[in-house]
């Protein structure tokens, strides 16, 4: 059970790693406070331990498959590609997504182009379109990400190992609960002959968050 | 002025890209958020009021989980859900819990 490090924030100044990294089998403060939380809530008959349960098994089950499918379907279909951008929830549904996932807040697809590259941040928490890439990845939500991406997209781009032309110009999105991004980058190139399900597996999480663009395998 | 929140374009050092799993515990406390909100017992912008409600002090110190809980925790308090006295019992039960263990 010794999971090394895993803590999810960024490294503030004045806030230091103890020698012994913090395992999963600590129960710390704030993981006693859970159980507290969750079995108060279970005692009031305010909520189950079932419902816990599907919950969980609903987060487990979303990863950025979900979102590399859309990708791939916008690739392959303009007229799904067309729809995406005007009106992301309708194509979702379309799709079999759930309309219960987007009710609560909107979703728009930004779509990158030779002339254009779209990054996504949500510089106040961490704000993220969960319901097509599950649960964000630690950097989206450090405090290094949130603060530099909307000042110098550029050189943070750069520490993510993506150079791009002058010419083109960054444009960096900030969430919010109520509206969330979703990248639709470009289609790698000499990949006209491959098939929606051959596509999907080169759209990658970053590349639709916006610190990577999608490459055609070597 | 700034809400300590709000880091947009305040100095920061290089960005950490080495994976962190999302621990078990950490899905329960989105799986409670989520249920919270289904209940509309607390709304994400509720959350977000009590996570900025915090003070920067103890907002940088904790985890993101961490801090998720806590504001949760303060927010079924001010709203009655619970009481601080219900809440310190229960925490002392599973700490007592915690000490049977072999």
């Given at each position: 059970m010794n999971e090394p490090h895993d803590h999810h924030h960024a490294h503030a100044a004045g806030h230091r790693h103890p020698p012994q990294a913090d395992h999963d089998d600590t129960l710390t403060y704030y993981r006693r406070l859970?159980?507290?939380?969750?079995?108060?809530?279970?005692?009031?008959?305010?909520?189950?331990?079932?419902?816990?349960?599907?919950?969980?098994?609903?987060?487990?089950?979303?990863?950025p498959e979900g979102g590399a499918r859309v990708v791939a379907r916008?690739?392959?279909?303009p007229?799904?590609?067309?729809?995406?951008?005007?009106?992301?929830?309708?194509?979702?549904?379309?799709?079999?997504?759930?309309?219960?996932?987007?009710?609560?807040?909107?979703?728009?697809?930004?779509?990158?182009?030779?002339?254009?590259h779209n990054?996504?941040?949500?510089?106040?928490?961490?704000?993220?379109?969960?319901?097509?890439l599950g649960l964000p990845p630690a950097w989206y939500k450090s405090r290094a990400y949130r603060a530099r991406v909307v000042s110098e997209p550029r050189a943070v781009l750069?520490?993510?190992?993506?150079?791009?032309?002058?010419?083109?110009?960054v444009r960096v999105h900030d969430s919010t609960a109520d509206l969330r991004y979703l990248v639709l980058p470009m289609r790698p190139p000499r990949t006209e002959h491959m098939s929606e399900a051959e596509l999907t597996a080169l759209v990658t999480r970053d590349s639709m968050i916006g610190t990577a663009v999608c490459r055609a395998p070597s | 002025m700034h809400g300590y929140h709000d880091l947009g374009g305040t100095p920061a050092g290089p960005i950490e890209k080495e994976?962190?799993?999302?621990?078990?515990?950490?899905?329960?406390?989105?799986?409670?958020?989520?249920?919270m909100k289904r209940r509309q017992i607390q709304?994400?912008?509720?959350?977000?009021?009590?996570?900025e409600s915090l003070g920067a002090e103890v907002y940088h110190a904790l985890t993101y989980s961490e801090?998720?809980?806590?504001?949760?925790s303060n927010n079924l308090i001010s709203k009655g859900v619970f009481s601080v006295e219900e809440l310190a019992a229960k925490l002392k039960q599973v700490e007592h819990r915690k000490n049977q263990l072999p």
């Open positions: 859970e159980i507290a939380v969750r079995e108060l809530l279970i005692e009031k008959g305010i909520i189950t331990a079932g419902e816990v349960s599907k919950v969980i098994e609903d987060i487990e089950s979303r990863s916008a690739w392959s279909d007229k799904f590609r067309e729809l995406l951008l005007r009106d992301a929830t309708s194509a979702l549904t379309s799709m079999g997504f759930e309309l219960a996932l987007f009710l609560d807040t909107q979703l728009v697809i930004v779509e990158n182009t030779p002339d254009v990054v996504v941040v949500c510089t106040l928490c961490s704000c993220y379109p969960r319901m097509l750069r520490e993510f190992g993506l150079e791009l032309w002058d010419r083109v110009a | 994976q962190h799993e999302v621990q078990l515990w950490e899905k329960r406390v989105e799986a409670l958020l989520l249920l709304s994400s912008d509720e959350n977000r009021r009590a996570l801090r998720r809980i806590l504001a949760l």
